[in-house]
């Protein structure tokens, strides 16, 4: 793709969402609209709204990269993050919205009465939310070193300045506007590029995945690395080498590559020739072709990950701030529910496509499993399978879309935080919720920069185990079980949270793991879930004196219809 | 997202019989008469509103205070015992729905790993040309949550009405 088209995409979205998010500004004047724009959103924006919040760069670039790399395992990514709209509906939705609580604190604080479950759940709002933020800023160094080659760390600043300015300048409502323009202009850049993808797939005589090798490369083809790989090569081949191989340097020179690992350093192209099998970065499993066409073959204990993963991703959703805040803009309950139908249409939609994207990968672009940036797959395939001008302006379409989605994620995410930060660590105001999106968004900017990098939508899997030891219980026990101690939620949320975020910093500061550590470490959720679930019920029960007086009161507030004209109670949260 | 609003008893009782076999039926309705009855009230009724008196000659009780019609939002707003049984009744429906969904959900979905580690030779079963994981993990599965989900908010919204419909009865 040409860098020119590439950077005038980016451009494009960003003076986009800027105009949109301006266009909302004179609406959006006291806190309360800062806040979730007066709940005055259609159920329509609301749910695209919501579809383009929830698509972030694990959805958009992450998950056709997974599937490259480990195959039909990792199909259970999107599913998961559908189908916890799902489990979200059935179990929390209406009641979550009319419990009139704007944040995931404020809940904690309506249901069971203490300010200390309130600022436990703040703190893991805000430790969720910057795991988030930060592979999202991460991608969008990825995507802007893919088109540019640039260094890796503009991507990020540019988006987290432009969230910045948007939510400063706009606060929520603006976000709702650009949030829905966002999921249309996401689904847009996936799908028309699929449609001449598989145009040129059938041109080619629809070539299948069903052989029993690793895959080759199958033209001739001169692979750069931008920075330095460990690859494993399987059988002895000879390349053409420009740079540094094994700390040789060679300039063009005809180099035997004998089986066994190899060190290329940045900046070297090495030639292969046609047929060759494809060396695989180290980190990532050599499978053939049919293994990968296979469910359980990805991973290790890949029968615990799928779980694992199952768990953390329905689960999860629900307790994502971002998400949630999005539910306090309908109406009333019964829109809610009607929304979140809505948004597992869009998301469904969605979701069709990175398959297909992942599965062209391994045909088309085998290399990425050599440099390891299978992240690059949708950005790379338009390019390489399609060609010519079309196929650079279908590049810079899934450029935009690729930005439209850190934009749209960071931007939701950096609203919750800013928040939840501007309302429970600083004073609360329009002026500290000011200065809480400064704090929000730079944290995990300097994180993105300084941790080792992973695939993206692994570190979003591991936002959603964290979710879903510590907020799925709190929500579902909340909503439903009348017994519920503020001890018992606070001993839930300490030790769910607790041990998943403790997985989560081995995984982003140590590692590579292996065996059983490595499984249990990468997928937290399937042990983590029941403890915090565990956990919270035994102390509820040890502690009864500790269950809140106006439980009944809530019981009304949170599952009678707004039809009916009953008492209530008068919990407010506090920012209004 | 059924018209269903015909207010009248027996659109209610024949609606209240379909949904009998339905995990998230209106059983309140029986619950809830059952315990009015039996003294779930237990304040002294308000004063019946003032009427013009009709005269009738034949009974000699003319001047017994009709017992008036509670409504069942105030016994909830009260929280008398027969307001905490409404209550209840209506979070155990909503909740057994719920439960019910997400029972079914952990079925379909949880099963399916464990169905292609137990039968390999479903991995490599072939439908339109594609492997059938793909074909059930990337494609139907999509269009299964959203009838999932659109059945669910049906029945949720009518256990709402019906509930409705009860505790607004006068």
Redesign the interface.
Same mark, same amino acid.
């Given at each position: 793709m040409s860098a020119g088209l590439g950077v005038s995409a980016v451009v494009v979205v960003v003076v986009a969402a800027i105009l949109i998010g301006a266009f909302g500004l004179r609406l959006s004047r006291t806190t309360s609209d800062f806040y979730v724009a007066s709940r005055s959103v259609s159920p329509l924006w609301n749910a695209s709204a919501i579809g383009g919040e929830y698509l972030s760069a694990a959805s958009f670039l992450g998950i056709a990269g997974l599937i490259l790399a480990y195959g039909?395992d990792m =199909? %259970?990514l999107?599913?998961g993050w559908?189908?916890g709209?799902?489990?979200l $509906?059935? @179990?929390v939705s209406?009641p979550l919205r009319r419990s009139g609580a704007y944040t995931l604190p404020d809940f904690a604080e309506a249901r069971l009465e203490s300010m200390a479950v309130r600022r436990m759940a703040s703190v893991l709002v805000v430790l969720i939310g910057w795991l988030y933020l930060m592979p999202q800023f991460q991608s969008a160094g990825l995507v802007l070193r893919t088109i540019t080659g640039g260094p890796a760390w503009v991507g990020g600043l540019l988006v987290a300045v432009v969230v910045a300015v948007n939510v400063l300048s706009g606060g929520m409502r603006s976000i709702t506007f650009v949030q829905a323009f966002q999921y249309w202009l996401k689904l847009t850049a996936l799908a028309l590029p699929v449609v001449f993808l598989l145009f040129a797939w059938h041109g080619h005589g629809k070539p299948g995945l069903g052989r029993d090798a690793p895959p080759v490369f199958t033209d001739p083809v001169t692979v750069t690395v931008s920075t330095e790989v460990s690859v494993r090569v399987e059988r002895p081949v000879e390349v053409t080498v420009s740079g540094q191989v094994d700390g040789r340097a060679a300039r063009g020179e005809r180099i035997t590559l004998r089986p066994g690992p190899h060190t290329i350093a940045a900046d070297t192209t090495v030639g292969f020739p046609a047929g060759a099998p494809v060396p695989h970065i180290e980190s990532l499993p050599v499978l053939t072709d049919h293994e990968w066409?296979?469910? $359980?073959h990805g991973r290790e204990h890949p029968?615990y990950a799928?779980?694992s993963l199952?768990l953390a991703t329905?689960l999860g959703t629900m307790g994502l701030p971002h998400v949630l805040v999005r539910f306090y803009t309908n109406p009333d309950g019964?829109a809610a529910? &009607?929304t979140? =139908?809505v948004v *597992?249409?869009l998301?469904?939609?969605f979701? *069709?496509l990175p398959?297909i994207y992942g599965a062209l990968g391994r045909l088309y672009t085998p290399e990425l499993l050599m440099t390891g940036r299978t992240d690059a797959v949708v950005l790379t395939l338009p390019g390489r399978l399609v060609g010519g001008t079309a196929g650079e302006l279908l590049g810079a379409l899934v450029t935009a879309g690729a930005f439209a989605a850190f934009l749209s994620t960071s931007s939701g995410l950096a609203v919750s935080v800013a928040g939840v930060i501007g309302q429970d660590i600083l004073r609360g105001g329009v002026r500290s919720f000011r200065a809480a999106t400064l704090l929000a968004v730079t944290v995990p900017l300097a994180l993105a920069m300084a941790a080792r990098s992973l695939a993206v939508a692994d570190v979003v899997g591991l936002a959603f185990a964290v979710a879903a030891s510590s907020f799925c219980p709190l929500l579902v026990l909340g909503i %439903?079980w009348r017994r519920l101690s503020a001890a018992g939620a606070m001993a839930g949320l300490l030790t769910g949270g607790g041990l998943a975020s403790v997985a989560v910093i081995a995984v982003i500061t140590g590692g590579p793991y292996t065996g059983w550590t490595g499984a249990l470490l990468a997928q937290p959720a399937a042990w983590t879930v029941p403890i915090s679930f565990t956990v919270m019920i035994v102390v509820s029960l040890l502690t009864p004196g500790g269950v809140p007086l106006g439980v009944? &009161?809530t019981?009304?507030r949170l599952?009678?219809?707004e039809? @009916?004209?009953?008492?209530r109670g008068d919990w407010r949260p506090r920012s209004s | 997202m059924t018209p269903d609003k015909d207010p009248s008893g027996a659109a209610r009782g024949e609606r209240a019989g379909r949904d009998k076999d339905l995990p998230g039926s209106a059983w309140w309705e029986r619950a809830a008469r059952g315990e009015a009855t039996d003294g779930g009230r237990r304040r002294t009724a308000p004063k019946a509103p003032e009427r013009p008196r009709r005269q009738v000659v034949t009974s000699p009780r003319t001047t017994a205070a009709r017992r008036p019609r509670y409504p069942a939002t105030m016994e909830i707003d009260e929280q008398t015992r027969l307001g905490e049984v409404y209550m209840r009744s209506l979070v155990r429906t909503q909740f057994r729905l719920a439960l019910f969904v997400c029972t079914v959900l952990s079925c379909l979905i949880g099963g399916l790993p464990l169905l292609f580690l137990a039968v390999p030779g479903l991995r490599e079963t072939r439908l339109l040309g594609l492997p059938l994981p793909w074909v059930v993990l990337a494609g139907l599965v999509y269009p299964a949550f959203v009838a999932g989900a659109w059945l669910y908010v049906r029945q949720a919204e009518r256990n709402e009405r019906h509930f409705a419909d009860l505790v607004e009865r006068r």
């Amino acid at each position: 793709m040409s860098a020119g088209l590439g950077v005038s995409a980016v451009v494009v979205v960003v003076v986009a969402a800027i105009l949109i998010g301006a266009f909302g500004l004179r609406l959006s004047r006291t806190t309360s609209d800062f806040y979730v724009a007066s709940r005055s959103v259609s159920p329509l924006w609301n749910a695209s709204a919501i579809g383009g919040e929830y698509l972030s760069a694990a959805s958009f670039l992450g998950i056709a990269g997974l599937i490259l790399a480990y195959g039909a395992d990792m =199909l %259970w990514l999107p599913v998961g993050w559908t189908g916890g709209y799902l489990v979200l $509906l059935v @179990l929390v939705s209406a009641p979550l919205r009319r419990s009139g609580a704007y944040t995931l604190p404020d809940f904690a604080e309506a249901r069971l009465e203490s300010m200390a479950v309130r600022r436990m759940a703040s703190v893991l709002v805000v430790l969720i939310g910057w795991l988030y933020l930060m592979p999202q800023f991460q991608s969008a160094g990825l995507v802007l070193r893919t088109i540019t080659g640039g260094p890796a760390w503009v991507g990020g600043l540019l988006v987290a300045v432009v969230v910045a300015v948007n939510v400063l300048s706009g606060g929520m409502r603006s976000i709702t506007f650009v949030q829905a323009f966002q999921y249309w202009l996401k689904l847009t850049a996936l799908a028309l590029p699929v449609v001449f993808l598989l145009f040129a797939w059938h041109g080619h005589g629809k070539p299948g995945l069903g052989r029993d090798a690793p895959p080759v490369f199958t033209d001739p083809v001169t692979v750069t690395v931008s920075t330095e790989v460990s690859v494993r090569v399987e059988r002895p081949v000879e390349v053409t080498v420009s740079g540094q191989v094994d700390g040789r340097a060679a300039r063009g020179e005809r180099i035997t590559l004998r089986p066994g690992p190899h060190t290329i350093a940045a900046d070297t192209t090495v030639g292969f020739p046609a047929g060759a099998p494809v060396p695989h970065i180290e980190s990532l499993p050599v499978l053939t072709d049919h293994e990968w066409a296979l469910p $359980l073959h990805g991973r290790e204990h890949p029968l615990y990950a799928t779980y694992s993963l199952i768990l953390a991703t329905f689960l999860g959703t629900m307790g994502l701030p971002h998400v949630l805040v999005r539910f306090y803009t309908n109406p009333d309950g019964r829109a809610a529910r &009607r929304t979140t =139908l809505v948004v *597992l249409t869009l998301l469904g939609a969605f979701y *069709l496509l990175p398959a297909i994207y992942g599965a062209l990968g391994r045909l088309y672009t085998p290399e990425l499993l050599m440099t390891g940036r299978t992240d690059a797959v949708v950005l790379t395939l338009p390019g390489r399978l399609v060609g010519g001008t079309a196929g650079e302006l279908l590049g810079a379409l899934v450029t935009a879309g690729a930005f439209a989605a850190f934009l749209s994620t960071s931007s939701g995410l950096a609203v919750s935080v800013a928040g939840v930060i501007g309302q429970d660590i600083l004073r609360g105001g329009v002026r500290s919720f000011r200065a809480a999106t400064l704090l929000a968004v730079t944290v995990p900017l300097a994180l993105a920069m300084a941790a080792r990098s992973l695939a993206v939508a692994d570190v979003v899997g591991l936002a959603f185990a964290v979710a879903a030891s510590s907020f799925c219980p709190l929500l579902v026990l909340g909503i %439903w079980w009348r017994r519920l101690s503020a001890a018992g939620a606070m001993a839930g949320l300490l030790t769910g949270g607790g041990l998943a975020s403790v997985a989560v910093i081995a995984v982003i500061t140590g590692g590579p793991y292996t065996g059983w550590t490595g499984a249990l470490l990468a997928q937290p959720a399937a042990w983590t879930v029941p403890i915090s679930f565990t956990v919270m019920i035994v102390v509820s029960l040890l502690t009864p004196g500790g269950v809140p007086l106006g439980v009944a &009161r809530t019981m009304v507030r949170l599952h009678a219809p707004e039809t @009916l004209n009953v008492n209530r109670g008068d919990w407010r949260p506090r920012s209004s | 997202m059924t018209p269903d609003k015909d207010p009248s008893g027996a659109a209610r009782g024949e609606r209240a019989g379909r949904d009998k076999d339905l995990p998230g039926s209106a059983w309140w309705e029986r619950a809830a008469r059952g315990e009015a009855t039996d003294g779930g009230r237990r304040r002294t009724a308000p004063k019946a509103p003032e009427r013009p008196r009709r005269q009738v000659v034949t009974s000699p009780r003319t001047t017994a205070a009709r017992r008036p019609r509670y409504p069942a939002t105030m016994e909830i707003d009260e929280q008398t015992r027969l307001g905490e049984v409404y209550m209840r009744s209506l979070v155990r429906t909503q909740f057994r729905l719920a439960l019910f969904v997400c029972t079914v959900l952990s079925c379909l979905i949880g099963g399916l790993p464990l169905l292609f580690l137990a039968v390999p030779g479903l991995r490599e079963t072939r439908l339109l040309g594609l492997p059938l994981p793909w074909v059930v993990l990337a494609g139907l599965v999509y269009p299964a949550f959203v009838a999932g989900a659109w059945l669910y908010v049906r029945q949720a919204e009518r256990n709402e009405r019906h509930f409705a419909d009860l505790v607004e009865r006068r």
